[in-house]
C-alpha cells in the first residue's frame, strides 16, 4: 500500500500539474489518477480489481519504472464531477487527482489497447450497489514491534501523527501526543481506510505512509524556505509553482511559473497605523482580492479573504515597531485542500527580520489602474444616481443594479436594491447603512417651461474626476419622441456616465432622472437625451414605500450658479455594479 501513497510524489518528479483551463482540456482530454506502483505486476492486479467495480479503468507507464492506474479520459468538467463522486463514496482514495494525457507513456491495462488520441469519453460515475471487500495486507511488523516503535516517537512526531489523522478526516480530538482510545480508533479506520489490518497501532510504514499523505500537497507544491533579504521576510513559499519576478514597493512580487497559475506576494514597507489601514483599504480595490470573502481589521493588523473570478485569495498583514510586514497568497479555485495546507505552513514558517523595502524604489510604470504592479478591479458598469431621502436612499438607472454581486454608492458604501422597473428604466436603492446626504432632490411638482434652461449633473467619466459634472442644455419637450407621456426629451449633449443624474432646472428642482441611449439599431443625434419625468419617479418611490422631499416654496426662483452647483454636488452620487 505504500506504493499508493507515492503516487503523489512520483507525479511530481514526472512534471505534473493541475495546470490552467487552456491545458486541461485539450484535444486527448484529461484523467483521474487513483494510483501508482513501482511494479507491474501490482499496477495491473490493482487496475484489475478497479475495472471490477468502475468505469473507464486504464493503465499507464509515468516512467522512473512507475505505473499509474487512471480514469478516462474525460472532458475537464465530466472528471472533477467523476473526482467528486467517487472520493465521496470511497472508490477511490482521497488523494487522487487531476492529471494529463501529455505525461503518460505506453498503455499496459487493458493489453493491446491504446486511448490516448481516441478523444474523450462522456463520464457517468455511480455509487455501486455493494463495496467490495477490503484488500488486507501483510503487516511489515506485529502489534508488539508496532508499539516498541511508537515508544521511540517525540512528543512532536506523536503530535504529527494526531495532525495527520485529523487532516485525513479521521481524528476530531485534541492534539496532545497522547494515544488514548479516541487517537487508536482513528488509526484503525484509516488503516480501514488504506486496506490494512485494523489493528489501531500504526507501524513504521503505516506511520511513514500516513505522513506522506499529509504532506503530499506541500511536496507537490515544491513548498521549501525563501529568504528575502531585501523585503525582510523569510517564509516557506511553494517554489514549485512561483518564482520571485521583481520588487514594487510595499510589495514583492512571486509570480506563476507554472500552470497552476499561483502567486504570491510579500508585503513589505515601513508605516504607521494609518499606512496599515490605507494598505487595508488598498487591497480591497485589487483584483486579486475578490469581493466575496470575510474581512478583518485590528490596531495591529488585518486579515483579508477573497473568493471569486476563478481564484482564492489570502492576505494578511502586521504593524510591529514601525514596520509593516505579511503575505497575500492567490491560489486556483477548486483546490482548496492543498491551498489550506500550502497557507498554513506559510503561517506557521513566517518570520520578520530588519529589512524593509524602500517606499521609493521600484521602476513601475504610472499607471492609474495599477497600484504597485497589480491591477486595481474595476466595475463591471457606473452610472449615476441620486439621494432622494434624508437615510441615503438613491434613484438610478435599472441597467445599473442588474446582474451585479455587489452594488456601491460612491464606491464605498454598499446598498441594496429596493425596486426596479425595467419598463420606467428606474431603481430605488438602499444604502446597506444609514446615509447623510449633503442635499436631497425636490421633485418638481409641474411640468417645466419648453425651452427653459437645464442641467444633468452626473459622473460623465466614469468617477475618473472625483465629483459629479453639469452638464447644461434646454427642455425638448415635455414627451418622449413616440409622445410617452412619462418621459421628457432634452436637447443636451449627455456621457454614457451621466445617465441615472437628475435633470435639474434653474431653481434646482428635479425634472426627472437622465436615460441611458437606447440599445437598438437606432442611432439618434447627440444633442437628443431622454429622461424618465418627476412623476414616473414619484410612482416608483412609492412603491418602494418612500416618500420624495417638499420641493419648497421658493422653488421657482432661479439659483445663483455656486448655488446650484452645491445643490447638484450634493445630491448626485456614483453607483458602481461589481461582478
Request: hydrophobic share 40%; net charge negative.
Amino acid at each position: 500500500m505504500m506504493a499508493r501513497v507515492f503516487s503523489l510524489l512520483v507525479c511530481v518528479l514526472m512534471g505534473w500539474a493541475t495546470g490552467a483551463a487552456a491545458q486541461q482540456d485539450g484535444s486527448n482530454g484529461v484523467w483521474v489518477q487513483i494510483e501508482a506502483h513501482p511494479d507491474l505486476a501490482t499496477a495491473q492486479r490493482r487496475a484489475e480489481d478497479y475495472a471490477a467495480r468502475l468505469a473507464d479503468v486504464n493503465g499507464f507507464a509515468l516512467g522512473s519504472d512507475w505505473y499509474g492506474i487512471l480514469l478516462g479520459p474525460y472532458r475537464r468538467d465530466d472528471a472533477q464531477r467523476v473526482l467528486r463522486t467517487y472520493r465521496s463514496t470511497g472508490e477511490i482514495p482521497r488523494d487522487s487527482f487531476i492529471a494529463f494525457s501529455r505525461n503518460l507513456g505506453s498503455q499496459y491495462w487493458p493489453g493491446g489497447t491504446n486511448v490516448l488520441n481516441r478523444g474523450v469519453i462522456t463520464a457517468t460515475p455511480q455509487a455501486p450497489e455493494s463495496q467490495p471487500p477490503t484488500r488486507i495486507e501483510p503487516s511489515d511488523e506485529t502489534p508488539a514491534q508496532a508499539r516498541r516503535g511508537e515508544r521511540l516517537l517525540t512528543a512532536q512526531e506523536r503530535k504529527d501523527l494526531q495532525t495527520a489523522l485529523r487532516a485525513a478526516g479521521f481524528y476530531n480530538a485534541a492534539i496532545d501526543g497522547s494515544f488514548g482510545a479516541g487517537t487508536r480508533r482513528s488509526m484503525a479506520d484509516w488503516q480501514t481506510a488504506e486496506g490494512y489490518e485494523a489493528t489501531g497501532v500504526l507501524t513504521t510504514l503505516q506511520r511513514r505512509a500516513l505522513m506522506a499523505q499529509y504532506n503530499a500537497p506541500l511536496i507537490s507544491a515544491g513548498m521549501r524556505q525563501v529568504h528575502d533579504v531585501e523585503a525582510g521576510i523569510t517564509i516557506d513559499l511553494p517554489m514549485a509553482e512561483v518564482g520571485f519576478a521583481r520588487y514594487e514597493p510595499p510589495f514583492a512580487h512571486y509570480d506563476a511559473t507554472g500552470d497552476l497559475g499561483a502567486r504570491v506576494l510579500l508585503i513589505s514597507q515601513p508605516g504607521t497605523q494609518a499606512t496599515l489601514f490605507g494598505l487595508y483599504d488598498i487591497m480591497q480595490t485589487l483584483e486579486i482580492v475578490p469581493l466575496d470573502g470575510p474581512r478583518n481589521r485590528t490596531k495591529t493588523g488585518f486579515t483579508l479573504e477573497g473568493h471569486g473570478n476563478g481564484i482564492v485569495s489570502h492576505t494578511q498583514a502586521t504593524l510591529s515597531d514601525g514596520q509593516i510586514k505579511g503575505f497575500t497568497l492567490i491560489w486556483p479555485e477548486g483546490d482548496e485542500a492543498r491551498r489550506l495546507r500550502i497557507l498554513d505552513a506559510m503561517q506557521s514558517s513566517f518570520t520578520a527580520t530588519d529589512a524593509v523595502l524602500d517606499p521609493g524604489a521600484g521602476d513601475a510604470a504610472q499607471n492609474v489602474d495599477l497600484v504597485s504592479g497589480l491591477e486595481v478591479r474595476k466595475p463591471r458598469l457606473t452610472r449615476s444616481g441620486f439621494y432622494v431621502d434624508n437615510r441615503g436612499a438613491v434613484v438610478t438607472t435599472a441597467d445599473a443594479v442588474t446582474g451585479c454581486a455587489r452594488i456601491t454608492l460612491d464606491e464605498e458604501h454598499q446598498a441594496d436594491v429596493l425596486t426596479a422597473d425595467a419598463g420606467l428604466g428606474i431603481a430605488v436603492l438602499r444604502p446597506k447603512q444609514t446615509l447623510a446626504p449633503m442635499s436631497v432632490a425636490r421633485l418638481r411638482p409641474t411640468e417645466g417651461r419648453l425651452q427653459s434652461e437645464v442641467a444633468v449633473s452626473g459622473f460623465s467619466y466614469g468617477g475618473a474626476l472625483g465629483g459629479p459634472t453639469l452638464t447644461f442644455g434646454t427642455l425638448a419637450d415635455v414627451k418622449g419622441l413616440a409622445g410617452e407621456p412619462e418621459l421628457t426629451r432634452l436637447a443636451l449633449n449627455a456621457l454614457p456616465g451621466d445617465a441615472g443624474g437628475p435633470v435639474i432646472d434653474a431653481a434646482g428642482a428635479v425634472l426627472g432622472m437622465l436615460l441611458p441611449a437606447a440599445n437598438d439599431n437606432r442611432q439618434l443625434p447627440k444633442d437628443v437625451s431622454l429622461a424618465a419625468d418627476a412623476d414616473a419617479i414619484r410612482e416608483i418611490l412609492d412603491q418602494a414605500g418612500l416618500s420624495p422631499a417638499d420641493p419648497g416654496q421658493n422653488r421657482d426662483l432661479d439659483l445663483a450658479p455656486t448655488a446650484l452647483n452645491r445643490v447638484a454636488f450634493g445630491m448626485t452620487v456614483l453607483v458602481s455594479c461589481w461582478q
